[in-house]
């Protein structure tokens, strides 16, 4: 962590490993950020990660009866009972190890935070007990900024076990998207210029701004097909704003441009090396993203071959896009090999 930043502040694989510990305890935990900074995702990856069901509900868009139930005749017992419906009954039939994830809580109207409140403290909907195979998470934004956030109950936060701050992080980020098939263009420029990936700002103005979801907006949009640029850079604009497009298609015409990394990964004794940092970042990203098992020697050829001065980035960019994106690689002599070489750079 900076010296400025809050203690409940983490960054994106640390909220990760600390929300898998939480939910492994049943304890619920509570996650804040910007919009568009990655709290949904981290949740979805979470319950991957652990095995665990993804049961998500949107409060803001829900009235407190969808947290209670819908009142049924019970004509045996001559009285109404609550039952649950919807994605609430799999909370009190499952057998399988659950979230529960509230996203967008903070949006929600104060009589249904109030129903989800007894959902929390007696765990149970009506007559129904929730299974003690459900885990609650909730994720909201802040109040300051702009999303329509009026507050969240103390009542709710207290029975909280944390509340923890996610933010972004341009290297967790990195780690995540060699995984997740960003496009290279994307990961290249976000390397070369990681303070552009979070330009969160209040504004009422129909505008986007850049964030983890909107630079993954970005990355789908360079594998669409248009019919000229001016509708491609139009839709990039549109995605994450005009000065983050205006940077970002200036470093696409750079990589656009660069040697075949066909070519470099068939020739790399002789391929050339570039010496422009932006020509770099574009090279060594196109590379990562088409390593495999048959041309890791090559790719690390290539890399042996940079000035000193840039073996360090290249050595660590071979180690975290081409190693987070294909894992297995690590256990090939190639890569031992290499470790050794250059373990004072790793």
Not at 4 to 21: A, F, G, I, N
Not at 160 to 173: F, K, P, R, V
Not at 216 to 234: C, G, H, R, T, Y
């Amino acid at each position: 962590m900076t010296e400025t930043q809050s203690t409940t502040t983490l960054r994106p694989l640390e909220v990760q490993e600390l929300l898998e510990q939480f939910i492994l305890n049943k304890k619920t935990v509570m996650i804040t950020g910007t919009p568009g900074s990655g709290k949904t995702c981290i949740v979805s990856q979470t319950a991957e990660n652990l095995g665990y069901d993804l049961v998500i509900s949107h409060p803001a868009i829900q009235s407190p009866t969808d947290y209670r139930g819908m009142p049924v005749y019970a004509a045996q017992q001559d009285r109404a009972k609550f039952m649950p419906y919807e994605a609430l009954e799999r909370l009190v039939t499952t057998n399988k190890p659950t979230i529960f994830f509230l996203d967008d809580f903070g949006q929600s109207l104060p009589s249904v935070q109030a129903a989800i409140q007894n959902l929390l403290s007696s765990r149970q909907i009506g007559d129904h007990k929730i299974s003690d195979k459900v885990v609650f998470v909730i994720a909201t934004n802040d109040r300051k900024q702009g999303a329509n956030v009026s507050g969240v109950l103390s009542t709710i936060k207290s029975r909280c076990a944390s509340i923890i701050n996610l933010e972004t992080d341009a290297q967790h980020w990195l780690h995540w998207a060699t995984q997740n098939g960003i496009t290279p263009e994307v990961t290249g420029f976000i390397r070369l210029r990681p303070e552009l990936l979070s330009q969160f700002t209040v504004s009422n103005e129909l505008v986007n701004f850049p964030c983890p979801r909107t630079v993954e907006n970005l990355s789908d949009i360079l594998k669409m097909k248009f019919s000229s640029n001016i509708i491609k850079v139009a839709a990039i604009a549109g995605a994450v704003g005009e000065a983050f497009c205006l940077e970002f298609t200036s470093f696409l015409t750079v990589f656009n441009n660069i040697v075949s990394p066909d070519y470099i990964l068939t020739n790399p004794e002789t391929a050339e090396i570039p010496d422009n940092p932006s020509v770099i970042f574009a090279v060594t990203s196109a590379l990562a993203y088409r390593a495999n098992k048959s041309n890791l020697q090559a790719i690390m050829t290539y890399g042996d071959r940079f000035s000193s001065d840039m073996v360090d980035y290249v050595v660590k960019m071979i180690e975290k896009d081409t190693m987070s994106r294909h894992p297995e690689l690590k256990e090939t002599s190639e890569y031992l090999s290499w470790v050794v070489k250059y373990q004072e750079h790793l």
